[in-house]
C-alpha cells in the first residue's frame, strides 16, 4: 500500500497567517493527491482534486502543489472557519489511502 | 445537488453482520459516470476507505478488508450496501457513504454522507 505521511499533526496560527500543510507519498503518486477539510462531527469536505485543481465552491485562499512524492496545501490567509482537520489521499492506486490528518487551530 | 444518507443498525454484536445501506438523492446511480464508495473512521483516528462499486455491480476492495467485505447495489432504489462479515471491536467507526468523481488524473470523494457511528459490542 501507498503510504502518506502528512506534516504537521497540528498547528495553530492567527486569522491571516499563511498555513502550508504537507504530504509526503512512500512512492511517486504523479499528481494522484487529493485534499480535504473535515470539521469535527462532520463529513469530509474535497477542497483539492489532482493536487492543484480547486473544487468547485472552495475559497481561493486554498491552493495545492506539487507532484511526485511532495505536495503542499496552502491556506494564504487563515480565516476563523478554516479550524478543523485536513487530510490528504492518494488515488494513484487502490487501496487509496489518507494521510493521519493535520488539525490546524486558530489562535 | 446530490445527497447521500447513510442507514442500519448502530450496534452489532462481535462475530455479526455489519449492514449500512446509503440512499442516493439528487442523482441517479443507474446513469453511469460514478462510483459509489464507503469510507470509515475509527473513533479519534484518521479514515479508511473500504471500497467502491459502479452501477454494473463491479466492485473494488481494500484488500485489508477484502475476505470479510461485500459491497452490492440497487438501482431501482437508488441504493448502494455495505456488509461487514465476522466483526469484531476494531470495526466500530463511523461508516461514511461518499460518491467518487473521477477525473483525467484519478478520483476523489466530492459528495458524502453524514456518516453513521457503528459500535460493536456484547
Known amino acids: 500500500d501507498i503510504q502518506v505521511t502528512q506534516s504537521p499533526s497540528s498547528l495553530s496560527a492567527s486569522v491571516g497567517d499563511r498555513v502550508t500543510i504537507t504530504c509526503r507519498a512512500s512512492?511517486?503518486?504523479?499528481?494522484?493527491l487529493n485534499w480535504y477539510q473535515q470539521k469535527p462531527g462532520k463529513a469530509p469536505k474535497v477542497l483539492i482534486y489532482?493536487?492543484?485543481n480547486l473544487q468547485s465552491g472552495v475559497p481561493s485562499r486554498f491552493s495545492g502543489s506539487g507532484s511526485g512524492t511532495d505536495f503542499t496545501l496552502t491556506i494564504s490567509s487563515l480565516q476563523p472557519e478554516d479550524f478543523g482537520t485536513y487530510y490528504c489521499?492518494?488515488?494513484?492506486?487502490?487501496?487509496?489511502?489518507f494521510g493521519r490528518g493535520t488539525k490546524v487551530e486558530i489562535k | 445537488q446530490v445527497q447521500l444518507q447513510e442507514s442500519g443498525p448502530g450496534l452489532v454484536k462481535p462475530s455479526q453482520t455489519l449492514s449500512l445501506t446509503c440512499t442516493v438523492s439528487?442523482?441517479?446511480?443507474?446513469?453511469?459516470?460514478?462510483?459509489w464508495s464507503w469510507v470509515r473512521q475509527h473513533p479519534g483516528k484518521g479514515l479508511e476507505w473500504i471500497g467502491y462499486?459502479?452501477?454494473?455491480?463491479?466492485?473494488v476492495y481494500n484488500p485489508a478488508l477484502k475476505s470479510r467485505l461485500s459491497i452490492s447495489v440497487d438501482t431501482s432504489q437508488n441504493q448502494f450496501s455495505l456488509k461487514v462479515n465476522s466483526v469484531t471491536v476494531a470495526d466500530t467507526a463511523v461508516y461514511y457513504c461518499?460518491?467518487?468523481?473521477?477525473?483525467?488524473?484519478?478520483?476523489?470523494?466530492?459528495?458524502w454522507g453524514q456518516g453513521t457511528p457503528v459500535t460493536v459490542s456484547s
Open positions: 489521499q492518494q488515488n494513484y492506486n487502490t487501496p487509496w489511502t
Open positions: 489532482a493536487a492543484f
Open positions: 462499486i459502479y452501477r454494473s455491480g463491479s466492485t
Open positions: 512512492q511517486s503518486i504523479s499528481s494522484y
Open positions: 439528487g442523482g441517479s446511480i443507474a446513469s453511469g459516470g460514478y462510483y
Open positions: 461518499a460518491r467518487v468523481n473521477g477525473y483525467d488524473l484519478g478520483y476523489y470523494f466530492d459528495y
